[in-house]
């Protein structure tokens, strides 16, 4: 389900919301990129993901391109944020695959908007039971719901 905010959230912010409802699974993060509103999916996955592909980039240049490279437990707000901007700066320097693959996004904007404005998440996609969910429903900040997907299991009332 993708939950959204009523108000834009910090990383700090969004990371404290992941523990205040530890029960539920975060999977993504949309990030603001520009004022003009929604233009295509750019955010953070949430947790320690990738590919275990470190070996093939230049990690000093991009560092926290693979959230794998991450040796914690809990992935702190500045990690997501040096993961986000990295990612961001590896694209913006593939222009030859960005052609290829016919990339609408212009990074340097993108890039150039989140250095100003900073890194701000208007919501999150998430997994949970109708209970957790309930709870996030509940929660002062929260301003709609979009069921992407459901299961029936063993569990349902």
Known sequence: MAISFKNNITVKE??????KYDKVGFFYAPVKISEVGYQGYTGITLGRSGYGMTNFYDKEKYPYLDL??????DIPPEIYEEH?????NYMND???????????????SIISYVEQYGIYSYGVVV???VEEVKKLMEDENYDDIFVLDTWLTSYTN
Do not use: A, H, P, W
């Open 84 to 88: 986000f901007m990295t990612l961001l």
């Open 14 to 19: 969004l990371c404290d919301y992941m523990k």
């Open 68 to 73: 794998l490279q991450y040796d914690g437990v």
């Open 127 to 129: 997994k949970g039971t």
């Open 94 to 108: 593939q222009k030859k695959f960005n052609k290829v693959i016919r990339s609408y996004f212009d990074y340097e």
